[in-house]
């Protein structure tokens, strides 16, 4: 009797033994299964955009035009490269992506043709889905495609249209990199002429007072197509030959929304002066040449080392009179230029365009493809604003 009992208790311990380790396996199954639907779904976000079949971008195809396009097939995610000359060079399977140290780049590992293995760089250019590129010492591609040349109905167009050209600019927002709260908030710049186009973040303390920018390099070689009713796509190109992509739809003549800046559109204004409403900070109109007067513990907070740290608005009213003195016969308002300030080397620089979408200029038949350029100021450490001869590139004091 007592072998039995004994037998009974090794034969239930080793059933429950056992269903512990199924247990154990079912979760890692689950684990692994969940894992795996996030890498499925991460890559599904990434590449879903870019079903289209798209030809490399023409700025540097040559003859042997490739072609690329990402498809889905029972549940799993593919690569087929072409060519005009050697059709299908392959068409791989794509097996996992990891992030880089690169903002915007994943690492693809792919398996193609013959079951080779091999991996592939691939970048949403500045994370909007309008252009990317893609590197791989497989097969050597290191090429750029831009998703408006899927349909090739449309040629692309010299220059930008008229009324995309000029400075815009984001309201203030939060700074998403601000992590010691010295500098909360950020405006994002658009810069865009007939041959280049260029884009830039400021950085401002709590009152709206610049005080750091970072500059991109101007983009060369604009062209656009026309993608719907007010809407159009603009590229242009780095020293590098990739394409920078913008889709814009103009809202109005002061207002447009732009994707490709960021990965999600931004709305962005005409005017980089608009009067600031926060609380804290100086409002003027910018219609006049009035000097914005400042509360007590604002203006000694902006003296001193920081004597070059200013609202937008405060810029505006320092250099309209220099503006407006240029213009001797014409009635123009303030309003009628766009403004760039940004911080270099530790000194606040703007340069001034004529918006040739304002009445003061179309209305006296201005042309729109001359130079919208009319002065470049900076603030000096002193405070004393300069102006820089456009023939010598000398800066004088022109103002305080």
């Known amino acids: 009797m007592k072998k039995l009992l004994l037998m009974l208790s090794i034969s239930f311990a080793g059933v429950m033994l056992l269903a512990g380790c199924n247990s154990n396996r079912a979760d890692l199954n689950n684990s692994n299964s969940h894992s795996s639907n996030q890498s499925s779904q991460k890559l599904t976000n990434l590449l879903s955009p870019a079903t ?17 396009q990402f498809y889905q097939d029972g549940g799993q995610w593919h690569w087929k490269l072409t060519s005009k000359q050697a059709g299908t060079i392959d068409d791989s399977q794509v097996k996992s992506l990891k992030s880089t140290n690169q903002k915007y780049v994943f690492r693809l590992a792919m398996v193609g043709r013959n079951n080779k293995k091999y991996y592939l760089n691939f970048n949403w250019i500045n994370g909007g889905h309008l252009a990317y590129t893609i590197h791989s010492s497989y097969h050597n591609v290191d090429a750029s495609f831009v998703l408006a040349d899927a349909s090739q109905s449309t040629d692309w167009q010299a220059g930008a249209p008229q009324a995309l050209q000029g400075t815009w600019a984001t309201d203030y927002t939060d700074n998403p990199n601000n992590s010691n709260q010295n500098l909360p908030y950020i405006k994002r710049f658009l810069n865009v002429t007939n041959t280049s186009t260029s884009s830039f973040v400021n950085e401002y303390d709590s009152y709206h007072r610049l005080y750091t920018s970072n500059t991109s390099t101007n983009n060369d070689n604009v062209s656009y197509q026309t ?6 796509v603009l590229k242009s190109y780095t020293n590098t030959n990739a394409p920078v992509v913008y889709r814009i739809t103009l809202v109005n003549n002061n207002q447009i929304k732009v994707t490709g800046i960021t990965s999600t559109p931004l709305t962005l204004s005409k005017s980089s002066t ?9 409002t003027a109109s910018s219609q006049s040449g009035s000097t914005t007067t400042t509360s007590g513990s604002q203006a000694q907070q902006a003296s001193g080392s920081t004597a070059n740290h200013l609202t937008d608005q405060q810029v505006v009213n320092m250099i309209w009179p220099q503006v407006k003195s240029l213009y001797p016969n014409i009635n123009v308002n303030s309003t009628d230029f766009t403004y760039m300030p940004q911080m270099r080397n530790g000194l606040l620089y703007v340069d ?11 209305n006296r038949d201005v042309d729109p493809n001359s130079s919208p350029r009319v ?26």
């Open 227 to 232: 993608a719907g009713q007010e809407t159009y």
């Open 274 to 282: 608009t009067p600031t409403t926060n609380s804290s900070s100086v």
């Open 52 to 68: 289209a079949k798209v030809p490399e971008d023409t700025q540097a195809a040559n003859n042997n035009q490739l072609y690329s």
């Open 352 to 362: 001034v365009l004529e918006n040739h979408n304002a009445p003061a200029f179309k």
């Open 375 to 400: 002065a470049s100021f900076r603030v000096n450490a002193n405070g004393q604003l300069e102006e820089m001869n456009a023939t010598t590139g000398d800066w004088a004091v022109v103002g305080n």
